[in-house]
């Protein structure tokens, strides 16, 4: 209830910086729901408020009296808050008049190209599959590996006295690692890198060229199983066991057709905006100094 209700404030937020928009042009004997001061909520105007939230948020508000009457009760919170700014002239305000404008012409955009140009039509299958037959190179996958590692945090500026506690601390581990314990729970206490630490030191599959060279060459030399000697990075000292190899391969049709239909949607939609926008070039008088 909580996220509704943040979504319900920012929301109002929204619609009332552009209020204009909103055309005052309700049915005669339209119902006030509220007013403050002079502004009105009237029935039909919150129908069309609701009307611009998500279709999830639209089903609950018009099945729920209560959400209803919470949504009218922050409509006239924030306009308490609006008379006051009004009062103290804060619309005035150069930049909060830059702001309501730049605001004001997002929407006027997006309303706009929403009308003009057919952003929402699907990419079809014969599409996709004839992308996928003209571009065969973008989807072939190199060598990967799957690694997980043990960091010592080491900065390139260390002390002696700093690089020694590293070099004693990787060895140690090392040595552990030799007499059969586990990778995974060693990584699990000793790494220092947060992002896998938690994951027993697990990286995924990645690629040449993903990762810092000298970590990579050892990841690539290294046979699944294989736990590499103490490796030094920009990063400090890595240890690392290779768990799993990937030989090249090309991706199936399958596993990028959703990519291949954003990426086809993308270039249509920025084709026929390009086009509008030359269009209207010769409609309206354009000078750059």
């Known amino acids: 209830m909580l996220k509704i209700r943040i979504l319900l404030i920012s929301t109002f937020f929204i619609l009332l910086a552009n209020s204009p928009l909103l055309a005052d042009n309700q049915p005669k004997n339209d119902e006030v729901l509220a007013q403050v001061g002079d502004s009105r909520l009237t029935a039909s105007r919150l129908g069309m408020m609701i009307d611009l939230m998500p279709p999830q948020i639209q089903v ?11 949504l009218i009760n922050r409509w006239v919170e924030i306009n308490l808050i609006v008379q006051e700014a009004l009062a103290a002239k804060i619309d005035q305000d150069p930049m909060v008049m830059l702001k309501i404008d730049e605001m004001r012409n997002r929407i006027l955009v997006e309303m706009l190209i929403s009308k003009r140009l057919d952003t929402q039509t699907e990419v079809t299958p014969e599409e996709i599959a004839a992308y996928y037959a003209e571009h065969s190179s973008e989807f072939e996958q190199g060598e990967q590996v799957q690694a997980q590692h043990i960091l010592i945090r080491l900065d390139a500026d260390a002390g002696t006295e700093e690089q020694e506690k590293a070099r004693k601390s990787i060895a140690m581990i090392q040595e552990r690692l030799k007499k059969g314990e586990s990778f995974a729970d060693l990584a699990a206490q000793y790494s220092e890198d947060p992002g896998s630490k938690n994951k027993g030191g697990n990286l995924g599959y990645f690629g040449r060229g993903q990762l810092v060279k000298e970590f990579e060459d050892a990841c ?32 199936a049709l399958e596993q990028v057709s959703k990519e291949i239909a954003a990426k086809l949607k993308a270039q249509r939609n920025e084709q026929a905006l390009k086009k509008l926008i030359a269009e209207l070039k010769t409609k309206y008088p354009v000078t750059v100094k």
Do not use: C, Y
Not at 60 to 70: I, V
Not at 233 to 247: E, I, N, P, Y
């Open 60 to 70: 609950m508000l018009r099945s729920n009296e209560q959400m209803k009457k919470e």
């Open 220 to 251: 690539f030399a290294a046979k699944p199983g294989e736990i590499s000697a103490p490796i030094r990075t920009g990063f400090g000292w890595h240890l690392v066991q290779v768990l799993d190899r990937k030989a090249p391969e090309k991706l």
